[in-house]
């Protein structure tokens, strides 16, 4: 994380930070997702006929299912991951790192993919298919964590920058999110409150209790 000489976050280059590592990931995920197609091997034929190459294709079917559901599990983490950087402003290296892991795990997606293609019918096929999907998710998890552990990382949606943490640590209506009608703190409230004269707290009790008195007298 980039700070200036007075303390805070340079932004620009957090945002600069986090758009290379955005571009990096969305190249190994496309990369990834191409090579899935070079699981799908061409079919080879004994005979030069039609109905050879129309049992050939046939017979390749498990890879056809193989390459459509890793590319439909890789565009869903993508688009996972996407909406997660999306909401981060600057990064670190736990994040950086977390970001690599996770991109592992999607380059080797078209190994497992021609794994369960070709032994469908056997257990161990699917479930190393399986596990390597669910590394996939805790490891799409962990940058979720990261992303959400540290409000600092998060885009301000009303497009003010955020606090420099001393200037945080000193208000403690602003850390406790005490906060009165117009922006002032409660705390603030209360003691003005309570330095006023009670003619001013309660103009109305005051009325009452002379129109009370005019009465009873």
Request: proline share 6%; net charge positive.
């Amino acid at each position: 994380m980039h700070r200036t000489d007075d303390g805070r976050i340079d932004h620009e280059h957090s945002k600069a930070q986090l758009e290379r590592m955005a571009f990096f990931s969305d190249a190994v995920f496309a990369i990834a997702m191409t090579l899935l197609v070079v699981e799908v091997k061409l079919p080879h034929i004994a005979r030069f006929d039609d109905v050879s190459l129309a049992n050939a294709l046939l017979a390749i079917i498990p890879s056809y299912v193989g390459f459509l559901v890793s590319f439909l599990v890789l565009a869903r983490f993508w688009v996972s991951h996407h909406v997660v950087l999306g909401e981060l402003r600057p990064t670190n290296t736990r994040l950086l790192w977390a970001n690599l892991m996770l991109l592992l795990a999607v380059a080797f997606i078209p190994f497992p993919t021609a794994v369960v293609a070709e032994y469908a019918q056997l257990r161990v096929g699917v479930g190393f298919y399986a596990v390597w999907l669910v590394l996939l998710g805790l490891l799409n998890q962990r940058i979720i964590r990261i992303g959400i552990s540290d409000p600092a990382r998060r885009r301000q949606r009303r497009g003010s920058p955020p606090l420099p943490a001393r200037q945080l640590d000193s208000d403690p209506d602003r850390r406790t999110g005490l906060r009165g009608r117009h922006g002032v703190p409660a705390r603030s409230l209360g003691r003005a409150r309570h330095r006023q004269p009670d003619h001013l707290l309660y103009p109305a009790a005051k009325g009452l209790s002379a129109r009370s008195c005019t009465a009873i007298a």
